[in-house]
């Protein structure tokens, strides 16, 4: 059975930083892109950022210079570093993997987490 176990949310305030983590078992995710969403309260799921199988990433433009995602395919296990968190990244982040990433653009694969909350206090 594959699974992928997020961790790491929490209560944080504005300007503090949290590290998300993504335990995949059951597949080896070290061939596929993974990538991070997030869903804040009201509003759609959006990529936040992703990560090719050759290192290659992306981000979206809200998180640029803020967040950073790697991998630790030895572990099978994606990261996701966020600094300098404000209200605004207050959401539930999910991982997301077995997906492709063109290097523009990033297909969502079909294995989900069950999500972690983060929330940012101002």
């Known amino acids: 059975q594959v699974q992928l176990v997020g961790s790491g949310g929490d209560l944080v305030q504005a300007g503090g930083s949290l590290r998300l983590s993504c335990a995949a078992s059951g597949r080896n995710f070290s061939i596929d892109a993974m990538g991070w969403y997030r869903q804040a309260p009201g509003k759609q799921r959006e990529l936040v950022a992703a990560?090719?199988?050759?290192?290659?990433?992306y981000y979206a433009d809200s998180v640029k210079g803020r967040f950073t995602i790697s991998r630790d395919n030895a572990k099978n296990t994606v990261y996701l570093e966020m600094n300098s968190l404000k209200s605004e990244d207050t959401a539930v982040y999910y991982c997301?993997?077995?997906?492709?990433?063109?290097?523009?653009?990033?297909?969502?694969?079909?294995?989900w987490g069950q999500g972690t909350q983060v929330t940012v206090s101002a």
């Open positions: 990560m090719g199988d050759g290192g290659n990433s």
């Open positions: 997301n993997g077995a997906g492709t990433y063109t290097g523009s653009y990033y297909f969502q694969g079909d294995y």
